[in-house]
C-alpha cells in the first residue's frame, strides 16, 4: 500500500445557528454565542476550575472526539488576556487540566489497544491571534484547548491519497520554516533540555507508516508508556518540550524582526539560547533570508505569525509507543494534519447519526471516570 497522507470526509449534524449577516462562518464559531451552544448542545463535563469537556459538533472523527476547553469567556472578559497555551495556566487549574488529560488518554488506550486498527492522538494549539489582523477568522475567543481524537485506519487504509502539497500539511519538509532552513540547529537546541521520562526518537520510528507523517519533527518517546502519564514529572517535561520551542520561536522571530536583537528578556532557558542559537550562524543566517523577504515581499511578510504558535501531540504510533511531538502552527493546518490525516467535513445529519450512538456511549463512560475522580460534574442536554 502506498505511504502518504489520507484525506477522509467526516460527517457532521447541522448546527442549528445563524451565521450573522456580514461574518463569516469561522468568525462566528469564535464568537461567545457559539460558546453557549457548545456548552448547552455539547457539553459533557465542567469543574470549578473552568474546564469544559465537550463533544465536537464540527468533529474530525466520528469514532472517537472531544475537548476540553479552558473557558475563561466569563471570568477574563479581555481576548486578548485570556490564556492560550500551558505555560500560561494557573498551576491549580492545570495540575486538574493534566489529571483530566491523563485519564482521557489512558480510556482511548484502553478502548483502542491494537495500534494496527487506530490512530490515537491528543493535541492542542496556541490559539494566540498572531494571524495579520485583517484577515478573517482571527481567533476572538482565544482559549486553550485540547482535542481528543481516534480514527479507524481501516477507513484512512481505504481513503484517497491528500494532496501533499496542500498547504495544510505543515508539520515539515518544504512547508516548514524551521526544517526548511534550520532543522539541525532545531533537533541541537532540544537536545540540550533536561530530559528523563521524554526519550528522543528517530524519524522513521516515529512515523505513521501509513501516512509517513509526522516528517521533520522532533519526537520524543514516552518511556514507560501509558503508566508514564500518572506521573506529575512527564507533565513537567511535556512543559519543558512547550517553553523550550517557545524560546525557539520567539528568538527566531525577535532576529528577523531585529538584526542582532539581544536576549528574549522572557527567554525559559537563557543559557541555552545564548549558547545554541545567538552563536550559530546557520540560525543567524536563516532569519536574515527570512527577514530580507518580508522587505521585499508583501505577501509574505502579511504571513508571517511573529508570536510563538504552536500544536503539540502526544500520540500512540505503529508499534504502541506513545510519541510527544511538536509543530510550528502554520496558517490553516489542523492537529490531525501533524500525523498526515486531512479532515473534510460534511454536513449530513443522517451520516452522523448513524455513529452518534456509540459515540455517545463512549463520551458519556468517560464523562463518569472524570466524575468518579472528582474532576468534575454532569451538563444535561438533549442529547444526554
Not at 489497544?113 to 492522538?121: I, K, T
Not at 498572531?130 to 478573517?136: A, D, G, H, K, N
Request: proline share 7%; charged share 25%; glycine share 6%.
Amino acid at each position: 500500500m502506498k505511504t502518504g497522507p489520507r484525506e477522509i470526509t467526516t460527517p457532521f449534524r447541522p448546527i442549528p445557528l445563524d451565521v450573522p449577516e456580514g461574518m463569516k462562518p469561522n468568525e462566528f464559531f469564535n464568537s461567545t454565542e457559539n460558546l453557549n451552544d457548545l456548552m448547552h448542545n455539547n457539553g459533557l463535563l465542567q469543574n470549578p476550575e473552568n474546564l469544559l469537556l465537550y463533544r465536537k459538533a464540527l468533529g474530525h472523527s466520528n469514532e472517537f472526539d472531544c475537548s476540553i476547553i479552558y473557558n475563561t469567556s466569563k471570568t477574563i472578559l479581555d481576548p486578548l488576556g485570556r490564556p492560550v497555551r500551558r505555560t500560561q495556566v494557573p498551576d491549580h487549574v492545570k495540575h486538574v487540566w493534566n489529571r483530566m488529560n491523563q485519564i482521557m488518554i489512558e480510556f482511548m488506550l484502553e478502548k483502542y489497544p491494537d495500534p494496527e486498527s487506530h490512530l490515537v492522538l491528543c493535541g492542542e494549539a496556541s490559539l494566540d491571534a498572531t494571524w495579520p489582523l485583517t484577515s478573517p477568522g482571527v481567533p476572538s475567543i482565544r482559549m486553550l484547548h485540547n482535542h481528543f481524537i481516534v480514527f479507524n485506519k481501516q477507513q484512512l487504509r481505504d481513503a484517497a491519497l491528500a494532496d501533499p502539497n496542500n498547504e495544510n500539511l505543515t508539520d515539515g519538509g518544504q512547508h516548514s520554516l524551521f526544517q526548511s532552513y534550520m532543522s539541525d540547529v532545531y533537533q541541537v537546541f532540544f537536545d540540550t533540555l533536561d530530559l528523563k521520562i521524554l526519550k528522543p526518537m528517530a524519524g522513521k520510528e516515529s512515523q505513521i507508516k501509513l501516512t509517513g507523517y509526522p516528517q521533520g519533527l522532533p519526537c520524543w518517546e514516552v518511556t514507560g508508556g501509558v503508566e508514564a502519564l500518572k506521573d506529575i514529572n512527564f507533565w513537567c517535561e511535556y512543559d519543558v518540550i512547550l517553553k523550550g520551542f517557545i524560546d525557539f520561536y520567539r528568538t527566531f522571530f525577535t532576529q528577523v524582526s531585529s538584526r542582532n536583537a539581544p536576549l528574549p528578556g522572557n527567554s525559559n532557558f537563557p543559557k541555552n539560547v545564548e549558547e545554541q542559537l545567538l552563536f550559530n550562524n546557520d540560525f543567524l543566517g536563516a532569519a536574515k533570508r527570512v527577514r530580507d523577504q518580508c522587505v521585499s515581499d508583501a505577501r509574505y511578510a502579511n504571513l508571517i505569525r511573529w508570536q510563538p504558535a504552536f500544536k503539540q501531540l502526544i500520540y500512540r504510533n505503529d508499534t504502541g509507543k506513545l510519541v510527544v511531538t511538536i509543530s510550528q502552527n502554520s496558517i490553516g493546518n489542523a492537529i490531525t494534519e501533524l500525523l498526515g490525516v486531512v479532515v473534510k467535513r460534511a454536513p449530513d445529519r443522517e451520516a452522523y447519526e448513524q455513529k452518534e450512538p456509540a459515540l455517545i456511549e463512549k463520551l458519556l463512560e468517560v464523562r463518569q471516570r472524570l466524575i468518579e475522580a472528582d474532576l468534575g460534574e454532569t451538563i444535561s442536554t438533549e442529547y444526554w
